[in-house]
T-cell receptor, first 112, second 113 residues
Framework: EAQVTQNPRYLITVTGKKLTVTCSQN?????MSWYRQDPGLGLRQIYY???????DKGDVPEGYKVSRKEKRNFPLILESPSPNQTSLYFC???????????FGQGTRLTVV | DQQVKQNSPSLSVQEGRISILNCDYT??????FLWYKKYPAEGPTFLIS?????DKNEDGRFTVFLNKSAKHLSLHIVPSQPGDSAVYFC????????????FGQGTILTVHP
């Protein structure tokens, strides 16, 4: 089954404690991205990757890092989480030449 | 600066009637538009899309209309069913930002039996 898998689904952490949200896709897509969803703002792109070792900032990259060492994996790293990063996060992958993105189930992060 | 706007936070419709969800955009570089549907505790799932070279695309009960001069698109669901109750996001793509989707704020659709 074609899918994008995120882990964990839910996470509560404290300010400043580094965390990583993993994302994996099994569709051999080149393009992967991270979005955050906040009330009244829809989904906003944090970072994206056009292929292995190629990453770039989206609209709201501050406080986040990513890496793309393998085609299937695109982890999101919060080196020092702050309460304003409390949000619902989605990983997505897109096949080259297409526009339709496939989304993971989401990770609800709370930073206290 | 919200480049894609869904000005109706919510919409309530009776089962069997038509649901019309609206979306406006400001960036003339957008040339492809998508609608996503999202249930609670799930990720958004693709519903229907339209290229800027068309003004209508139909898929079963779902039809998307595009008015480029007004920078406006709408999603029609006919007939509406209770299972259509979800959050609907309008998204746009285009220009030099390949792969990136710019989303609206979402509209919560509730279809009453």
């Amino acid at each position: 089954e074609a899918q994008v898998t995120q882990n964990p689904r839910y996470l509560i952490t404290v300010t400043g404690k580094k965390l990583t949200v993993t994302c994996s896709q099994n569709m051999n897509h080149e393009y992967m991205s991270w979005y955050r969803q906040d009330p009244g703002l829809g989904l906003r792109q944090i970072y994206y990757s056009m292929n292995v070792e190629v990453t770039d900032k989206g609209d709201v990259p501050e406080g986040y890092k990513v890496s793309r060492k393998e085609k299937r994996n695109f982890p999101l790293i919060l080196e020092s989480p702050s309460p304003n990063q409390t949000s619902l996060y989605f990983c997505a992958s897109t096949q080259t030449g297409n526009t339709e993105a496939f989304f993971g189930q989401g990770t609800r992060l709370t930073v206290v | 600066d919200q480049q894609v706007k869904q000005n109706s936070p919510s919409l309530s419709v009776q089962e069997g009637r038509i649901s019309i969800l609206n979306c406006d955009y400001t960036n003339s570089m957008f040339d492809y538009f998508l609608w996503y549907k999202k249930y609670p505790a799930e990720g958004p799932t693709f519903l229907i899309s339209i290229s800027s070279i068309k003004d209508k695309n139909e898929d079963g009960r779902f039809t998307v209309f595009l008015n480029k001069s007004a920078k406006h698109l709408s999603l029609h669901i006919v007939p509406s069913q209770p299972g259509d109750s979800a959050v609907y996001f309008c998204a746009a793509a285009g220009g030099t930002s390949y792969g990136k989707l710019t989303f609206g704020q979402g509209t919560i659709l509730t279809v009453h039996p």
